[in-house]
């Protein structure tokens, strides 16, 4: 069985560029988690979906941030325009219902904007 | 709100025990603690749903003390394998599904 996926693995970018992550969460799954990770942060929950619905985005720094889920199997977190303070590791993650707690991670994109 | 976890890091030999603890200033409904490599994705350990409830996963077992709002992390004759940072995940009542992680504790395991 598939794990989480993310894509890209690696996005290097330029301050004021757009920047699209991706994730495709573990099948039949219906909880959905966006993460970002940095040394002095530690691992910060962004927004987190259930069913396909945004539950909670008081994690999202700024209006710069926004994620989507269009459908149970996909879903994107968008940073426009992007700045240097953006550098962290992403991570997506999804649960089941029946384990809502127990969250599978993604590899993670590693974001630098320059 | 973020839980405090302590030690920040931690080094031993192989076949030796440690203790991770972790702390919250809010009631917590409950822990859940995840190990994760250098250079990898976090890795689900286990939950603790009640007070006093203690878990075992491997030699390694936690303990979740509601009203201390506190939870403790054991590692019982560490294994290289399990070098890693460990992270305490709380959810606190009225606040859903969220998960607010510690600042992690760092584990080094030598030979």
């Known amino acids: 069985d598939a794990g989480v996926i993310q894509s890209p693995r690696h996005e290097v970018t330029e301050m004021g560029q757009e920047v699209t992550l991706r994730c495709k969460p573990i099948s039949g799954h219906n909880s959905l988690f966006w993460y970002r990770q940095t040394m002095m942060r530690g691992l910060e929950l962004l927004i987190y979906?259930?069913?396909?619905?945004?539950?909670?985005d008081s994690g999202m720094p700024e209006d710069r941030f926004s994620a989507k889920m269009p459908n149970a199997s996909f879903s994107t977190l968008k940073i426009q325009p992007s700045e240097p303070r953006d550098s962290a590791v992403y991570f997506c993650a999804s649960s089941f219902r029946r384990r809502p707690y127990e969250q599978y991670f993604g590899p993670g994109t590693r974001l630098t904007v320059t | 709100q973020q839980p405090v976890q302590s030690p920040q890091a931690v080094i031993l030999r192989e076949g030796e025990d440690a203790v991770i603890n972790c702390s919250s200033s809010?009631?917590?409904?409950?822990v859940h603690w995840y190990r994760q490599k250098h250079g990898e994705a976090p890795v689900f350990l286990m939950i603790?749903?009640?007070?006093?409830e203690q878990k075992g996963h491997e030699k390694i077992s936690a303990s979740f003390n509601e009203k201390k709002q506190q939870s403790s992390l054991y590692l019982t004759a560490s294994q290289l394998s399990y070098s890693g940072t460990y992270f305490c995940g709380t959810r606190v009542y009225n606040q859903g599904g969220k998960l607010i992680f510690g600042q992690g504790t760092e584990l080094s395991v030598k030979p």
């Open positions: 809010k009631a917590l409904y409950s």
């Open positions: 979906f259930n069913n396909n619905v945004p539950i909670d």
């Open positions: 603790l749903l009640k007070g006093g």
